[in-house]
């Protein structure tokens, strides 16, 4: 088991910057490929970006390519979400998510096959 936690969250300025952190224990935390995922209010659970375990892989989704970075800190057992250029539409909880399996592959945008999940942070984007 992976037990994850985010923080980060808040309120934030169009145009502005926040960072997500999610913060692993239990298992090797460099087992894990991490996503992060969001849903707004109403909305389904959506993919944003994931990285391979090494960091050396990432994938976005094209909604947020160009502004958001993923990026993780194996040592600290950490994984991070930067956020540039936020727009109103960001707005949602965000989730971090752990594959379970070192290398991203296909259906890395799926939530269902990530096997350990946060609680999740609210992110909201003021106009």
């Known amino acids: 088991q992976v037990q994850l936690v985010e923080s980060g969250g808040g309120l934030v300025q169009a145009e502005g910057s926040l960072r997500l952190s999610c913060v692993a224990s239990?298992?090797?935390?460099?087992?894990?490929?991490m996503g992060w995922f969001r849903q707004a209010p109403g909305m389904e659970r959506e993919f944003v970006g994931a990285?391979?375990?090494?960091?050396?892989?990432?994938n976005y989704a094209d909604s947020v390519k160009g502004r958001f970075t993923i990026s993780r800190d194996n040592p600290k057992n950490t994984a991070y979400l930067q956020m540039n250029r936020v727009k109103p539409e960001d707005t949602a909880v965000y989730y971090c998510?752990?594959?379970?399996?070192?290398?991203?592959?296909?259906?890395?945008?799926?939530?269902?096959?990530?096997?350990?999940w946060g609680q999740g942070t609210q992110v909201t984007v003021s106009s």
């Open positions: 239990g298992r090797t935390f460099s087992d894990n490929a």
């Open positions: 998510a752990g594959r379970g399996t070192p290398l991203l592959n296909s259906g890395y945008a799926d939530a269902r096959v990530y096997r350990f």
């Open positions: 990285t391979s375990w090494s960091g050396r892989s990432t």
